[in-house]
T-cell receptor, first 117, second 116 residues
Framework: AQTVTQSQPEMSVQEAETVTLSCTYD???????LFWYKQPPSRQMILVIRQEAYKQQNATENRFSVNFQKAAKSFSLKISDSQLGDAAMYFC??????????????FGEGTQLTVNP | DTEVTQTPKHLVMGMTNKKSLKCEQHMGHRAMYWYKQKAKKPPELMFV???????INESVPSRFSPECPNSSLLNLHLHALQPEDSALYLCASSPRAGSSYNSPLHFGNGTRLTVT
């Protein structure tokens, strides 16, 4: 079974600064997908960024980028120029590329990010 | 704005009540999901519907009964719940279940359920 670990229950950052959230995972599979979701107080889970394991290039979405280290099974999220609206719970998630188990997302425990003005 | 709409936003029910949670999407997605989320915890998968058929039931107690009347609607019928069932219930959809079509889940805002 796959596991996802987020070792930072809480993080804080000053507005306009950069912060990195850590995520490691354990899997025996070679093909899979990784995601970062944010959940603000509005409760909706919002996709921030995704990465396909077979792609070596790190994904980027505006101020959000990942550092994907497949051999180390690490998938960290970097938020640049942090904004107050970035404050949320961030979940790292894994999904198998195998059709039969690809419906399941395995989530980490989450990192609560606070952005200080 | 969310493309997955859940009603009601909040629900308080007694242990003998029967209630239903509703979820609706109009993105043409053919897979829909129910998740349960306790405070400060990640969502836990409960059910997956693929093409209106139940494809995954994560050993959820029978007091939770899902229903998918059509490709746009997903219901969760609740009966004889326990206080420990109090949680945020999230609905999600994706173009397809499985991973042959790589697309992330779209989540609704959830229903905050309190069982008294």
């Amino acid at each position: 079974a796959q596991t996802v670990t987020q070792s930072q229950p809480e993080m804080s950052v000053q507005e306009a600064e950069t912060v990195t959230l850590s995520c490691t995972y354990d899997t025996s599979e070679s093909d899979y997908y990784l995601f970062w979701y944010k959940q603000p107080p509005s409760r909706q889970m919002i996709l921030v960024i995704r990465q396909e394991a077979y792609k070596q290039q790190n994904a980027t979405e505006n101020r959000f980028s990942v550092n994907f280290q497949k051999a180390a099974k690490s998938f960290s999220l970097k938020i640049s120029d942090s904004q107050l609206g970035d404050a949320a719970m961030y979940f790292c998630a894994y999904r198998s590329a195998r059709e039969t188990s690809g419906s399941r997302l395995t989530f980490g425990e989450g990192t609560q990010l606070t952005v200080n003005p | 704005d969310t493309e997955v709409t859940q009603t009601p936003k909040h629900l308080v029910m007694g242990m003998t009540n029967k209630k239903s949670l509703k979820c609706e999407q109009h993105m043409g997605h053919r897979a829909m999901y129910w998740y349960k989320q306790k405070a400060k915890k990640p969502p836990e998968l409960m059910f997956v519907y693929s093409y209106e058929k139940l494809s995954i039931n994560e050993s959820v107690p029978s007091r939770f009964s899902p229903e998918c009347p059509n490709s746009s609607l997903l219901n969760l019928h609740l009966h004889a719940l326990q206080p420990e069932d109090s949680a945020l219930y999230l609905c999600a959809s994706s173009p397809r279940a499985g991973s042959s079509y790589n697309s992330p889940l779209h989540f609704g805002n959830g229903t905050r359920l309190t069982v008294t």
